[in-house]
Each structure stands twice: as structure tokens, then as C-alpha cells.
């Protein structure tokens, strides 16, 4: 069974630009989570989703906003990039909330 | 507020050892545990998990083990190999205004000596 991939693995954005990052779930699963990981914060739970539906968001702005497709396929959007925005964005998957998440490799952002 | 940099704590063992790495949650009200290992430029990689109607759970030179009194939790590995380096994260699942999620532990580096 193919795992959780992401796409790009790296990206280098300037200040003020908009980010989106992909996220295949593994075949199966219907929820997809996304962390930031900082050597300052750790992991930090953004949000999840669930059949198309943002079912909880961690303490984050606005500018981060995420959607799921009917294939379970994900994307997060960064608006208005931030030096601090500067991460390793991990995705995980499930078959729900209170089963076995797997995480991709993650897509290292470096903003300018 | 200013932010601090994370000091992760490290274990250092020997190789062949058994390692053993703990990890304090929050919640009395978490039911469900995983613990997960990260090797440098990798996302994390499941190990382990337990559920709160458990106290001990064994998988492969792993054995987790739940405390749920002192909301405790602890990861043993058995005869520590080299491949074993990594940073270990625990992670509660925990339910808040908005639903149900994960909340992770700030992370062990476990280095294993030669």
C-alpha cells in the first residue's frame, strides 16, 4: 500500500506571496490532518479533514486554509507568507480520528 | 510573546541496551496514544499506540505502557540498535471546542552509542 506523499517536498517563497501544498492520503482514508512542525513550536495540529469537511482547526490565523477533495486528496493554502511561516508542513492520514494517523515526508517552506 | 526555542531532552544509550523514553499528557479526559518515531528530514513514523482501556501494549522490541493516574506514558525498546537514533514523539488524542485532534509532546532525541 502506497504511503502518504506531498508535494513539493521544498519550496522557497517571498514575503506577502500565497503557498499551496498537496497531500495524498494513503488509499482508504478518509481523514487528512496537517501539522506545522518549527524547532521553536514543534508539531501543531492546523486542521482536519474528513469527507470534504474541516471537522477541527488548531489556533492558527486565517491566512491558513485548507480543503478536501472527493478522492480524499488535500490542500493547504498559506496566504500572505510570513518570515515565521518558515516550516516543515507534515500531512497525516487516517481512517478516522481515533485510528492509526501515518504522516507523509512533509513539504519543507522557506520564506525570504 | 517572545518565542523559546524547544530544548529537547536527549537519552543517550548504549547499544543493546534497552531504552526507555517517557512522555507526560495533559488531558485526564484522552482515551488514545501513539507514539512516533522521526529520523532527520523524515516525516514521523508510527510505532505504537495504545487506548486508555489498556495499560500495557507490545509490538516488535516495543512495549508502551499507560499510566493513567499519573497520566504518564512510556515507550520501551527493547535491545537498541543503532537504527534506532531518532527523535520520539508522544501524542494524545484529545477533544476540544472544535473536535477531536492530536497534541504532540515536545520530543526525545534517543542517540544510541556504539
Known amino acids: 500500500k502506497a504511503g502518504v506523499t506531498q508535494t513539493p517536498r521544498y519550496l522557497i517563497k517571498t514575503r506577502g506571496q500565497q503557498v499551496t501544498l498537496s497531500c495524498s492520503p494513503i488509499s482508504g482514508h478518509r481523514s487528512v490532518s496537517w501539522y506545522q512542525q518549527t524547532p521553536g513550536q514543534g508539531l501543531q495540529f492546523l486542521f482536519e479533514?474528513?469527507?470534504?469537511?474541516?471537522?477541527n482547526k488548531g489556533n492558527f490565523p486565517g491566512r491558513f486554509s485548507g480543503r478536501q477533495f472527493s478522492n480524499s486528496r488535500s490542500e493547504m493554502n498559506v496566504s500572505t507568507l510570513e518570515l515565521g511561516d518558515s516550516a516543515l508542513y507534515l500531512c497525516a492520514s487516517s481512517f478516522s480520528v481515533q485510528y492509526e494517523q501515518y504522516f507523509g515526508p512533509g513539504t519543507r517552506l522557506t520564506v525570504t | 510573546g517572545e518565542s523559546v526555542g524547544l530544548h529537547l531532552p536527549t537519552l543517550s544509550v548504549q547499544e543493546g541496551d534497552n531504552s526507555i523514553i517517557n512522555c507526560a499528557y495533559s488531558?485526564?479526559?484522552?482515551?488514545?496514544f501513539i507514539w512516533y518515531k522521526q529520523e532527520s528530514g523524515k516525516g514521523p513514523q508510527f510505532i505504537i499506540d495504545?487506548?486508555?482501556?489498556?495499560d500495557k501494549r507490545q509490538g516488535q522490541r516495543v512495549t508502551v505502557l499507560l499510566n493513567k493516574t499519573v497520566k504518564h506514558l512510556s515507550l520501551q525498546i527493547a535491545a537498541t540498535q543503532p537504527g534506532d537514533s531518532a527523535v520520539y514523539f508522544c501524542a494524545e488524542n484529545v477533544m476540544d471546542n472544535y473536535g477531536q485532534n492530536f497534541v504532540f509532546g515536545p520530543g526525545t532525541r534517543l542517540s544510541v552509542l556504539p
Open positions: 495504545i487506548r486508555s482501556n489498556m
Open positions: 479533514y474528513f469527507s470534504e469537511t474541516q471537522r
Open positions: 488531558n485526564s479526559a484522552s482515551d488514545y
